[in-house]
């Protein structure tokens, strides 16, 4: 996949992130809420080839699984506890995304790895659990199914309960909706359902499987200024033409929404992020001696993954009542 020449065309190709990853997701949310989560088939209907068959239940570790699968053969694995996307695959089987060895998938855990959404609060800003409470909630399959133009999707939703209510007061609704083309594309849509406006954070706290850390770089951050949250959140300017993971790394850049370029010479891949809706961009990988310590991870797997996240902390969003609000992320590989 080449990148794009000039703007208008990157416009034009955000619009159709647009149009095909958000609009379903909203679309839905009124008819899925307060339905069953319906039947998921795991064997392709008579007659149908089984290699493209839309998807397929299963578990790992104590968790269920949705996988969707595109007719080229790309697959992607999503857990229902916390619609976590914890796997994406190519036509060729290469794994796109990291997940630690030592995540135990079981339920109320965090999965180290994959696609964590967080919701309502970014890591430790507030009061709140650590990155919020999605990411561990028990989500709803709303349908899983082709789009027009063939991709296979799978959408998820979950609202406020009386548990979350006691953390955070505000009643909400929230889908997800994860779509599989020759591309992977998280959209999370928040409608605020109650009668008072609410601020929060979100972000698709992205895993990306690398080869080699020390072989990585990043295109797009180019002058941005960030928060470096190693020191007190610090604000500083990238000066550093492209950026390379040296160390432990944990930075909030604010405000650039421009497409990124993550070069994985060791792989000999490119992997382009596109977002709408998430302006903000958090770096994170944990470095040597914190992956060690403190983070989880299995010996050595810090140099086999980098976090970039797609985020909306700085300002947080500040939703009225009866309004929603919407965040893409879409990745694809050159």
């Not at 992607?76 to 990291?98: C, D, P, Y």
């Not at 199914?145 to 929230?174: E, I, K």
């Amino acid at each position: 996949m080449t990148d794009f020449p000039d703007h208008s065309e990157r416009r034009r190709f955000l619009k159709r992130v647009a149009s095909a990853g958000l609009a379903i997701a909203a679309s839905r949310l009124t008819a899925c809420a307060g339905t069953a989560s319906p039947p998921v088939s795991s064997s392709p209907s008579p007659g149908n080839d089984p290699a493209r068959s839309t998807s397929a239940t299963g578990t790992r570790g104590e968790l269920d699984t949705v996988t969707i699968r595109h007719a080229s053969g790309s697959s992607a694995e999503i857990a229902i506890q916390g619609a976590h996307v914890t796997s994406w695959k190519r036509t060729n089987g290469e794994e796109m995304l990291f997940v630690s060895a030592n995540s135990r998938f079981a339920p109320g855990q965090p999965i180290r790895g994959g696609i964590p959404v967080v919701f309502p609060q970014f890591a430790a800003l507030g009061p709140l659990p650590g990155h919020g409470f999605l990411r561990t909630a028990t989500w709803e399959v709303a349908d899983v199914s082709r789009d027009p133009n063939g991709a296979a999707f799978a959408l998820f939703q979950v609202r406020d309960t009386d548990a979350m209510r006691t953390l955070w007061p505000h009643p909400f609704r929230a889908t997800l909706r994860v779509t599989l083309d020759d591309a992977l594309a998280t959209a999370i849509t928040i409608e605020n359902v109650g009668d008072d406006a609410f601020p929060f954070h979100c972000a698709l706290h992205t895993y990306l499987r690398v080869g080699d850390l020390t072989k990585v770089s990043i295109r797009g951050l180019e002058g941005a200024t960030y928060q470096d949250r190693r020191a007190k959140n610090a604000q500083r300017r990238e000066s550093r033409r492209p950026l390379r993971i040296e160390g432990e790394t944990d930075r909030l850049y604010v405000g650039r929404p421009e497409r990124l370029r993550i070069r994985d010479e060791s792989l000999g891949r490119t992997v382009f992020v596109d977002r709408i809706g998430f302006n903000d961009v958090v770096i994170w990988n944990p470095g040597e001696e914190r992956a060690r310590t403190s983070t989880g991870l299995a010996e050595g797997e810090y140099l086999t993954m980098l976090a970039v996240e797609s985020a909306q902390v700085v300002p947080p969003v500040q939703l009225a009542p009866k309004s929603r609000w919407t965040g893409v992320q879409r990745m694809l590989v050159g």
